[in-house]
């Protein structure tokens, strides 16, 4: 695999010597000017992603042609796409530990690693991709979005992937005998009540 279009072509003839010049081609029909043999050359593939054959063929000092080769590689620009899910896609989540659901594809060298953030400027580090990582919201409670990125293996990154939740705020009540300020008796009766309602 390459992420570029420019490539670097190692080139050898047997015997050595035997070739004077040397030309080139991405598709076998168009080739590029002779030039003197050498034995490296910088070329240019063809444009668009997926499989790329560079023909070479040598000559020899009269101009016929004495051998030819060629080699493939795989030209892969494209970034991963992906999906992330904090608990599932659930609407709210009244702790701020939560579990992300990750999915990403690439259809070139495939999805190496993630990287994830809170507030889209502070990153992890990029780590080993997997389906499914723990994860902590951080902040007071309200919405809250995590983003990801992925990346290939040849270091393509995404664009940011995200999802949000709402971080509930959890509270608690208990109240005396209806609010009384005085009782007469130790046997009291007590009303409780948490925030949000069935958490």
Do not use: C
């Amino acid at each position: 695999f390459t992420k570029t279009a420019s490539v670097s072509l190692a080139l050898a003839v047997t015997p050595a010597g035997s070739a004077s010049t040397m030309a080139f081609s991405n598709d076998g029909a168009s080739w590029s000017a002779p030039e003197a043999f050498a034995a490296s050359k910088n070329w240019t593939l063809s444009a668009g992603d997926g499989t790329k054959t560079v023909h070479a063929r040598f000559a020899d000092s009269g101009g016929a042609v004495i051998a030819q080769a060629s080699d493939t590689i795989v030209l892969d620009t494209t970034p991963p796409s992906g999906t992330i899910a904090i608990d599932g896609g659930a609407a709210s989540t009244i702790t701020a530990g939560v579990v992300l659901t990750l999915a990403s594809t690439d259809a070139g060298s495939g999805v190496a690693d993630m990287r994830l953030s809170n507030d889209g400027a502070t990153w992890t580090a990029w780590q080993a991709f997997a389906a499914s990582l723990p994860w902590t919201l951080t902040g007071s409670p309200g919405t809250k979005t995590v983003r990801v990125q992925y990346r290939d293996a040849l270091g393509n990154a995404s664009t940011s992937f995200s999802d949000s939740i709402e971080l509930l705020a959890v509270g608690g009540a208990v109240t005396i005998d209806a609010g009384a300020a005085f009782t007469k008796t130790a046997s009291v009766s007590l009303a409780l009540a948490v925030t949000p309602a069935g958490s």
